[in-house]
């Protein structure tokens, strides 16, 4: 089985401008979190979903939105980009929200903001 | 709140050193706990985890132990390999998400 893939692997944008990212989460798994990685820090949490609905937000401004689709896959936007958006986009899934012990993580999306 | 705390890196071992990443946690209640690994360009794989006190997780020759007492759940490895080479966060888990450490770098040298 395929794991968790996402796309694209690399992105450049520039200031203002909006970016969206994707992910396809692990065949049979319903629930897909995201997380940011800034360079030499630990990811931190931005949303989880599961069922199409919004079961997590973390400390993120509203410039960041998320949906799911009826597939379970899921795409983050994230609006009139800053500099310090730049990081590494994280996309993890597990069966249900409640099943963390079995999390798994895509390669992610390097976006840069110049 | 929730919180972890790892050792600042990096660490650059010789081949077949022993390994201690130190770990400690704050948090509400009593969360699992976990060692996620980061090889270049790729995403974090879990390497082990405990769920509740006195666990110890273990893989591929890594261990540690889940410590209520100390708050604590620091890595250990009694011979590391130039494969070893990694990024390793600790983090817990709460409601449905991970809250991670910085991450400490780990170089091994043959």
């Known amino acids: 089985d395929a794991g968790v893939t996402q796309s694209p692997t690399h992105l450049i944008k520039t200031r203002g401008q909006q970016v969206t990212l994707r992910c396809s989460p692990i065949s049979g798994h319903k629930s897909v979190s995201w997380y940011q990685q800034v360079l030499g820090q630990g990811p931190q949490f931005i949303f989880q979903?599961?069922?199409?609905?919004?079961?997590g937000r973390g400390n993120f401004p509203d410039r960041f939105s998320a949906r799911q689709f009826p597939n379970y896959s899921s795409e983050l936007n994230v609006n009139a980009l800053l500099l310090g958006d730049s990081a590494l986009y994280l996309c993890?899934?597990?069966?249900?929200?409640?099943?963390?012990?079995?999390?798994?993580f895509g390669s992610g999306t390097q976006l840069s903001v110049l | 709140g929730n919180s972890v705390t790892q050792m600042e890196g990096p660490v650059t071992l010789s081949e077949e050193a022993f390994l201690t990443i130190n770990c400690t946690y704050t948090a509400t209640g009593y969360p699992s706990l976990f060692w996620y690994v980061q090889y270049p360009g790729e995403g974090l794989q879990l390497l082990l985890k405990?769920?509740?006190?006195?666990d110890k997780g273990s893989n591929k020759g890594f261990e540690a132990t889940y410590r209520k007492e100390t708050t604590s759940f620091h890595l250990e490895k009694g011979s590391v390999q130039v494969s070893d080479s990694a990024v390793y966060f600790c983090a817990l888990a709460s409601l449905g998400r991970l809250y991670f450490g910085r991450g400490t770098q780990l170089t091994v040298w043959p």
């Open positions: 993890a899934s597990s069966l249900r929200t409640e099943v963390i012990e079995k999390l798994f």
């Open positions: 979903y599961y069922e199409k609905e919004e079961r």
């Open positions: 405990a769920t509740k006190a006195d």
